[in-house]
Protein backbone atom coordinates (compact mmCIF):
# COMPACT_ATOMS: atom_id res chain seq x y z
CA UNK A 1 0.00 0.00 0.00
CA UNK A 2 1.56 3.21 -0.79
CA UNK A 3 1.60 6.42 1.50
CA UNK A 4 -1.27 8.17 -0.31
CA UNK A 5 -3.38 5.45 0.15
CA UNK A 6 -2.20 5.11 3.70
CA UNK A 7 -2.69 9.13 4.09
CA UNK A 8 -6.33 8.70 2.83
CA UNK A 9 -7.32 6.03 5.04
CA UNK A 10 -6.00 7.83 8.34
CA UNK A 11 -8.37 10.76 7.18
CA UNK A 12 -11.24 8.50 7.14
CA UNK A 13 -10.60 7.02 10.22
CA UNK A 14 -10.24 10.07 12.02
CA UNK A 15 -13.25 11.82 10.78
CA UNK A 16 -15.54 8.81 11.79
CA UNK A 17 -14.04 9.28 15.01
CA UNK A 18 -14.58 13.06 15.07
CA UNK A 19 -18.58 12.28 13.72
CA UNK A 20 -18.60 9.76 17.25
CA UNK A 21 -17.59 12.37 19.56
CA UNK A 22 -19.84 14.82 18.26
CA UNK A 23 -22.76 12.70 19.92
CA UNK A 24 -21.16 11.54 22.72
CA UNK A 25 -20.69 15.25 23.71
CA UNK A 26 -24.44 15.26 24.43
CA UNK A 27 -24.13 11.64 26.56
CA UNK A 28 -21.21 11.27 27.63
CA UNK A 29 -20.43 12.34 31.98
CA UNK A 30 -17.76 14.58 32.80
CA UNK A 31 -15.84 14.79 35.80
CA UNK A 32 -16.88 17.64 38.47
CA UNK A 33 -12.86 18.63 38.18
CA UNK A 34 -13.33 18.94 34.41
CA UNK A 35 -17.18 20.03 34.48
CA UNK A 36 -16.30 24.10 35.34
CA UNK A 37 -13.18 24.25 32.88
CA UNK A 38 -15.25 23.18 30.11
CA UNK A 39 -17.97 24.93 30.24
CA UNK A 40 -16.45 28.65 31.37
CA UNK A 41 -14.15 27.45 27.81
CA UNK A 42 -17.21 27.05 25.69
CA UNK A 43 -18.91 30.30 26.60
CA UNK A 44 -18.00 32.90 23.67
CA UNK A 45 -16.33 35.89 24.51
CA UNK A 46 -19.12 38.56 24.87
CA UNK A 47 -19.69 41.60 22.45
CA UNK A 48 -20.96 43.71 24.79
CA UNK A 49 -19.51 45.58 27.53
CA UNK A 50 -18.32 42.83 30.14
CA UNK A 51 -20.39 43.41 33.21
CA UNK A 52 -17.97 45.22 36.49
CA UNK A 53 -16.91 43.21 38.72
CA UNK A 54 -17.95 45.27 41.47
CA UNK A 55 -21.65 43.93 43.28
CA UNK A 56 -23.12 47.04 43.98
CA UNK A 57 -22.34 47.57 39.54
CA UNK A 58 -23.93 44.53 38.31
CA UNK A 59 -27.24 44.00 37.65
CA UNK A 60 -27.75 40.62 38.75
CA UNK A 61 -31.63 41.03 37.53
CA UNK A 62 -30.21 41.00 33.77
CA UNK A 63 -30.48 37.24 34.62
CA UNK A 64 -33.89 36.91 35.53
CA UNK A 65 -37.05 36.60 33.14
CA UNK A 66 -39.63 37.84 35.82
CA UNK A 67 -43.15 36.58 35.62
CA UNK A 68 -46.30 38.58 35.05
CA UNK A 69 -49.18 36.90 35.19
CA UNK A 70 -51.88 38.73 33.33
CA UNK A 71 -55.53 36.92 34.68
CA UNK A 72 -54.38 37.68 37.95
CA UNK A 73 -56.97 40.46 39.37
CA UNK A 74 -55.16 41.97 42.09
CA UNK A 75 -53.93 45.88 41.63
CA UNK A 76 -51.62 45.12 43.98
CA UNK A 77 -49.86 41.79 42.53
CA UNK A 78 -49.54 43.83 39.40
CA UNK A 79 -48.09 46.94 41.31
CA UNK A 80 -45.82 44.78 43.02
CA UNK A 81 -44.45 43.52 39.52
CA UNK A 82 -44.33 46.27 38.29
CA UNK A 83 -42.37 47.99 40.98
CA UNK A 84 -40.02 45.28 40.84
CA UNK A 85 -39.49 45.78 37.24
CA UNK A 86 -38.70 48.99 38.33
CA UNK A 87 -36.33 48.79 41.17
CA UNK A 88 -34.19 46.23 39.94
CA UNK A 89 -34.67 46.82 35.65
CA UNK A 90 -34.56 42.44 34.99
CA UNK A 91 -33.62 41.26 31.87
CA UNK A 92 -36.62 39.93 30.70
CA UNK A 93 -40.43 39.65 31.90
CA UNK A 94 -42.50 37.02 31.22
CA UNK A 95 -46.22 36.72 30.37
CA UNK A 96 -48.87 34.28 31.87
CA UNK A 97 -52.46 34.67 31.47
CA UNK A 98 -54.69 32.31 29.63
CA UNK A 99 -56.44 33.59 26.04
CA UNK A 100 -54.59 36.99 26.33
CA UNK A 101 -56.14 39.03 23.89
CA UNK A 102 -54.19 42.16 21.50
CA UNK A 103 -55.30 44.76 23.47
CA UNK A 104 -54.35 43.45 26.86
CA UNK A 105 -50.76 42.27 25.93
CA UNK A 106 -50.07 45.94 24.56
CA UNK A 107 -51.31 47.24 28.04
CA UNK A 108 -48.91 45.41 29.82
CA UNK A 109 -45.92 45.54 27.71
CA UNK A 110 -46.55 49.47 28.00
CA UNK A 111 -46.79 49.13 31.54
CA UNK A 112 -43.78 48.01 31.41
CA UNK A 113 -41.67 49.95 29.39
CA UNK A 114 -43.39 52.71 31.51
CA UNK A 115 -41.87 51.33 34.54
CA UNK A 116 -37.64 51.88 33.31
CA UNK A 117 -35.97 54.22 31.22
CA UNK A 118 -35.43 53.63 27.79
CA UNK A 119 -31.92 51.89 27.53
CA UNK A 120 -33.13 49.41 30.47
CA UNK A 121 -36.55 48.05 29.00
CA UNK A 122 -36.57 44.19 29.15
CA UNK A 123 -36.91 41.47 26.36
CA UNK A 124 -40.60 40.21 26.54
CA UNK A 125 -41.23 36.36 26.39
CA UNK A 126 -44.15 34.67 26.15
CA UNK A 127 -44.96 30.33 26.04
CA UNK A 128 -46.23 29.92 22.06
CA UNK A 129 -46.06 26.18 21.22
CA UNK A 130 -49.97 26.18 20.69
CA UNK A 131 -52.84 24.40 22.25
CA UNK A 132 -53.33 24.88 25.49
CA UNK A 133 -49.85 26.40 25.96
CA UNK A 134 -50.49 29.68 23.83
CA UNK A 135 -50.62 32.73 25.98
CA UNK A 136 -51.14 35.41 23.40
CA UNK A 137 -54.54 33.03 21.81
CA UNK A 138 -57.35 36.09 22.44
CA UNK A 139 -58.67 38.51 20.68
CA UNK A 140 -56.16 39.67 17.85
CA UNK A 141 -54.14 36.43 17.78
CA UNK A 142 -54.31 33.44 15.64
CA UNK A 143 -55.09 30.77 17.80
CA UNK A 144 -52.32 27.76 17.10
CA UNK A 145 -53.96 23.93 16.82
CA UNK A 146 -51.17 21.50 19.39
CA UNK A 147 -47.77 21.15 18.22
CA UNK A 148 -49.12 17.54 17.38
CA UNK A 149 -51.61 19.00 14.83
CA UNK A 150 -49.10 21.15 13.72
CA UNK A 151 -46.98 18.48 13.01
CA UNK A 152 -49.27 17.21 11.23
CA UNK A 153 -49.99 19.34 8.38
CA UNK A 154 -47.51 19.92 5.11
CA UNK A 155 -44.71 22.36 5.74
CA UNK A 156 -46.69 24.96 3.62
CA UNK A 157 -49.73 24.92 5.87
CA UNK A 158 -47.69 24.75 8.76
CA UNK A 159 -45.69 27.73 7.81
CA UNK A 160 -48.51 30.12 6.73
CA UNK A 161 -50.23 29.37 9.59
CA UNK A 162 -46.73 30.34 11.97
CA UNK A 163 -46.19 33.27 9.77
CA UNK A 164 -49.53 35.08 10.74
CA UNK A 165 -49.08 34.23 14.41
CA UNK A 166 -45.30 35.90 14.43
CA UNK A 167 -46.33 38.67 12.37
CA UNK A 168 -49.12 39.58 15.36
CA UNK A 169 -46.74 38.56 18.00
CA UNK A 170 -43.71 40.94 16.55
CA UNK A 171 -46.43 43.90 16.43
CA UNK A 172 -47.10 43.13 20.17
CA UNK A 173 -43.78 43.68 20.90
CA UNK A 174 -42.83 40.30 22.01
CA UNK A 175 -39.13 39.66 21.63
CA UNK A 176 -38.77 35.62 22.84
CA UNK A 177 -41.12 32.44 22.40
CA UNK A 178 -40.70 29.47 24.36
CA UNK A 179 -41.10 27.29 21.62
CA UNK A 180 -40.76 25.36 19.47
CA UNK A 181 -40.49 22.06 21.72
CA UNK A 182 -37.86 19.44 20.07
CA UNK A 183 -38.73 16.39 22.46
CA UNK A 184 -39.22 12.60 20.55
CA UNK A 185 -41.84 10.90 21.53
CA UNK A 186 -44.66 9.01 19.26
CA UNK A 187 -46.95 10.24 22.72
CA UNK A 188 -46.35 10.87 26.11
CA UNK A 189 -48.44 10.67 28.94
CA UNK A 190 -47.29 13.15 30.91
CA UNK A 191 -46.80 15.60 27.67
CA UNK A 192 -49.93 14.50 25.25
CA UNK A 193 -50.17 16.42 22.27
CA UNK A 194 -47.48 18.77 23.06
CA UNK A 195 -45.05 16.10 21.46
CA UNK A 196 -44.74 16.37 17.72
CA UNK A 197 -43.90 12.77 16.71
CA UNK A 198 -41.56 9.72 18.18
CA UNK A 199 -39.71 10.85 14.09
CA UNK A 200 -36.87 12.81 15.32
CA UNK A 201 -36.38 13.96 11.35
CA UNK A 202 -40.41 15.18 11.27
CA UNK A 203 -39.42 16.90 14.64
CA UNK A 204 -36.53 18.57 12.98
CA UNK A 205 -37.98 19.45 10.24
CA UNK A 206 -41.75 21.32 11.91
CA UNK A 207 -38.88 22.91 14.08
CA UNK A 208 -36.89 24.45 11.61
CA UNK A 209 -40.42 25.85 9.62
CA UNK A 210 -41.02 27.41 13.40
CA UNK A 211 -37.77 28.70 13.96
CA UNK A 212 -37.25 30.35 10.56
CA UNK A 213 -40.59 32.08 10.34
CA UNK A 214 -39.93 33.52 13.87
CA UNK A 215 -36.45 34.34 13.94
CA UNK A 216 -37.32 35.86 10.18
CA UNK A 217 -39.86 38.45 12.60
CA UNK A 218 -37.27 39.38 14.76
CA UNK A 219 -37.87 36.91 17.10
CA UNK A 220 -35.58 34.26 19.48
CA UNK A 221 -37.12 30.98 19.37
CA UNK A 222 -36.11 28.96 22.72
CA UNK A 223 -36.33 25.61 21.23
CA UNK A 224 -37.09 22.76 24.31
CA UNK A 225 -36.65 20.26 26.38
CA UNK A 226 -33.24 19.87 26.40
CA UNK A 227 -31.72 17.16 26.39
CA UNK A 228 -35.17 16.01 25.60
CA UNK A 229 -38.32 15.09 27.79
CA UNK A 230 -39.75 11.99 25.43
CA UNK A 231 -39.47 9.56 27.47
CA UNK A 232 -39.93 11.28 30.93
CA UNK A 233 -42.72 9.45 32.57
CA UNK A 234 -43.55 11.73 35.48
CA UNK A 235 -44.31 15.55 35.64
CA UNK A 236 -41.54 17.69 36.16
CA UNK A 237 -43.43 20.74 38.02
CA UNK A 238 -44.12 17.83 40.92
CA UNK A 239 -40.90 14.99 40.54
CA UNK A 240 -37.63 14.42 38.88
CA UNK A 241 -37.86 11.70 36.39
CA UNK A 242 -34.73 9.77 35.77
CA UNK A 243 -34.37 8.86 31.54
CA UNK A 244 -31.80 7.35 29.59
CA UNK A 245 -30.63 9.85 26.69
CA UNK A 246 -30.44 8.55 23.33
CA UNK A 247 -28.84 9.80 19.84
CA UNK A 248 -32.74 10.29 18.66
CA UNK A 249 -33.59 12.64 21.72
CA UNK A 250 -30.79 15.04 20.85
CA UNK A 251 -30.81 14.29 16.99
CA UNK A 252 -33.39 17.65 16.64
CA UNK A 253 -31.89 19.91 18.75
CA UNK A 254 -28.21 18.76 16.56
CA UNK A 255 -30.37 19.86 13.40
CA UNK A 256 -31.93 22.81 14.37
CA UNK A 257 -28.61 24.56 16.09
CA UNK A 258 -26.81 23.54 12.80
CA UNK A 259 -28.81 25.61 10.98
CA UNK A 260 -29.12 28.38 14.30
CA UNK A 261 -26.53 28.07 16.66
CA UNK A 262 -27.39 31.80 18.13
CA UNK A 263 -30.86 30.28 18.90
CA UNK A 264 -32.21 30.20 22.97
CA UNK A 265 -32.43 26.40 24.49
CA UNK A 266 -34.42 25.44 27.28
CA UNK A 267 -32.78 23.20 29.89
CA UNK A 268 -35.10 20.10 31.12
CA UNK A 269 -35.49 19.82 35.25
CA UNK A 270 -34.84 15.85 34.00
CA UNK A 271 -31.69 13.38 35.53
CA UNK A 272 -29.90 11.42 33.04
CA UNK A 273 -29.03 7.81 33.19
CA UNK A 274 -25.67 8.17 32.20
CA UNK A 275 -24.68 11.17 34.56
CA UNK A 276 -26.01 12.34 37.65
CA UNK A 277 -29.24 9.87 38.62
CA UNK A 278 -30.41 13.05 41.57
CA UNK A 279 -29.52 16.17 39.35
CA UNK A 280 -31.22 17.34 36.78
CA UNK A 281 -29.64 18.53 33.71
CA UNK A 282 -30.77 22.17 34.60
CA UNK A 283 -28.42 21.82 37.41
CA UNK A 284 -26.14 20.00 35.67
CA UNK A 285 -22.61 21.38 34.82
CA UNK A 286 -21.63 18.49 32.74
CA UNK A 287 -25.31 18.53 31.15
CA UNK A 288 -24.88 21.81 30.34
CA UNK A 289 -21.48 22.19 29.68
CA UNK A 290 -22.02 19.47 26.69
CA UNK A 291 -24.30 22.08 24.92
CA UNK A 292 -21.99 24.47 25.37
CA UNK A 293 -19.19 22.82 24.07
CA UNK A 294 -20.88 22.16 20.83
CA UNK A 295 -23.20 25.16 20.40
CA UNK A 296 -21.52 27.84 22.77
CA UNK A 297 -23.23 31.05 20.77
CA UNK A 298 -26.43 29.75 22.51
CA UNK A 299 -28.67 31.09 25.37
CA UNK A 300 -29.61 28.88 28.20
CA UNK A 301 -32.99 29.11 29.53
CA UNK A 302 -33.89 27.04 32.76
CA UNK A 303 -37.45 25.70 32.73
CA UNK A 304 -39.29 27.31 35.75
CA UNK A 305 -36.97 26.87 38.60
CA UNK A 306 -40.04 26.84 40.97
CA UNK A 307 -40.83 23.18 40.07
CA UNK A 308 -40.88 20.21 42.05
CA UNK A 309 -37.61 18.16 39.83
CA UNK A 310 -36.50 21.30 40.14
CA UNK A 311 -35.97 21.93 43.96
CA UNK A 312 -35.95 18.32 44.48
CA UNK A 313 -33.31 17.26 47.31
CA UNK A 314 -32.16 13.90 47.21
CA UNK A 315 -30.21 13.62 50.82
CA UNK A 316 -33.50 15.13 52.44
CA UNK A 317 -36.48 14.37 50.00
CA UNK A 318 -38.68 15.62 52.44
CA UNK A 319 -37.67 19.16 52.32
CA UNK A 320 -37.48 20.97 49.13
CA UNK A 321 -34.54 23.21 48.12
CA UNK A 322 -35.51 27.23 48.29
CA UNK A 323 -35.78 29.25 45.40
CA UNK A 324 -32.49 30.95 46.15
CA UNK A 325 -30.53 27.85 46.42
CA UNK A 326 -32.00 26.40 42.76
CA UNK A 327 -31.21 29.58 41.36
CA UNK A 328 -27.71 30.09 42.62
CA UNK A 329 -27.09 26.28 41.18
CA UNK A 330 -28.49 26.89 37.53
CA UNK A 331 -25.92 30.08 37.56
CA UNK A 332 -23.48 27.76 38.45
CA UNK A 333 -24.61 24.66 35.75
CA UNK A 334 -24.14 26.68 32.99
CA UNK A 335 -27.54 28.65 33.13
CA UNK A 336 -28.04 31.97 31.53
CA UNK A 337 -31.24 33.02 31.86
CA UNK A 338 -33.43 31.69 35.18
CA UNK A 339 -37.23 31.79 34.07
CA UNK A 340 -39.54 31.68 36.83
CA UNK A 341 -43.97 30.35 36.92
CA UNK A 342 -46.72 32.84 37.42
CA UNK A 343 -46.89 32.23 40.88
CA UNK A 344 -43.50 33.22 42.19
CA UNK A 345 -43.81 36.50 43.72
CA UNK A 346 -41.84 39.82 43.62
CA UNK A 347 -40.64 39.10 47.70
CA UNK A 348 -39.26 35.73 46.30
CA UNK A 349 -37.62 37.29 43.57
CA UNK A 350 -35.72 39.57 45.20
CA UNK A 351 -34.65 36.69 48.24
CA UNK A 352 -33.36 35.24 45.11
CA UNK A 353 -31.14 38.38 44.41
CA UNK A 354 -29.68 38.82 47.72
CA UNK A 355 -28.39 35.03 47.42
CA UNK A 356 -27.17 35.90 44.32
CA UNK A 357 -25.20 39.12 45.27
CA UNK A 358 -23.49 37.36 48.64
CA UNK A 359 -22.55 34.11 46.19
CA UNK A 360 -21.27 36.65 43.66
CA UNK A 361 -18.96 38.55 46.52
CA UNK A 362 -17.33 35.12 47.80
CA UNK A 363 -16.82 32.67 44.67
CA UNK A 364 -14.76 33.99 41.90
CA UNK A 365 -16.15 31.41 39.81
CA UNK A 366 -19.75 32.18 40.43
CA UNK A 367 -18.91 35.88 39.29
CA UNK A 368 -17.20 34.60 36.16
CA UNK A 369 -20.56 33.03 35.17
CA UNK A 370 -22.86 35.91 36.22
CA UNK A 371 -20.82 38.23 34.26
CA UNK A 372 -20.27 36.21 30.81
CA UNK A 373 -24.65 35.89 31.64
CA UNK A 374 -25.24 39.68 31.79
CA UNK A 375 -22.98 40.49 28.98
CA UNK A 376 -24.86 37.64 26.68
CA UNK A 377 -28.33 39.30 27.85
CA UNK A 378 -27.03 42.79 27.17
CA UNK A 379 -25.97 41.70 23.44
CA UNK A 380 -29.37 39.71 23.03
CA UNK A 381 -31.04 43.43 24.13
CA UNK A 382 -29.28 45.07 21.04
CA UNK A 383 -29.66 42.37 18.68
CA UNK A 384 -33.02 42.33 19.19
CA UNK A 385 -33.86 45.91 19.31
CA UNK A 386 -34.47 46.38 22.78
CA UNK A 387 -33.38 49.03 24.86
CA UNK A 388 -33.42 51.58 22.31
CA UNK A 389 -31.62 49.99 19.74
CA UNK A 390 -33.53 49.20 16.39
CA UNK A 391 -30.92 46.85 15.10
CA UNK A 392 -32.34 43.74 13.90
CA UNK A 393 -31.08 40.48 14.97
CA UNK A 394 -27.96 38.88 13.06
CA UNK A 395 -28.45 36.75 10.47
CA UNK A 396 -27.15 33.19 11.94
CA UNK A 397 -26.72 31.00 9.34
CA UNK A 398 -24.68 32.98 7.29
Known amino acids: MNSVWR ?7 LA ?8 LYFTQ ?20 KPANTAPNLVNFAQM ?17 VLSFIADNKPGAVTLFGSQISAASAAQAISDIADSVALEERPLIAVDHEGGKVQRLSGSGFTTLPTWKRLCDQTSDQRQA ?11 AQINIVFAPMVDVAANNPVLKDRVCSGDP ?25 YPGLGSATTDTHSQLSLVTITEN ?58 MGAARYNYQVPEIAKSLGAVSIEAILAG ?48 EYGVGGSTNPPTKQND
Open 161 to 171: LLASSAAQLRT
Open 64 to 80: LAVPYDLDNSSAASAEA
Open 201 to 225: ELVATAALDFVTTFQAQQMLPVIKH
Open 7 to 13: IRILVAV
Open 335 to 382: NNVLVYGQDVTPVQLQEVLSRIKQEYTSSSEFREKVNLSVAKIQTLKI
Open 16 to 23: LIATGMGY
Open 29 to 48: RISPQERSAAILKAQPKPTA
Open 249 to 306: DTAPFKTVLDQFPKLGVMTAHIAVQNQSANLPCSLSGSCVGQLFELYPEVTVFTDALE
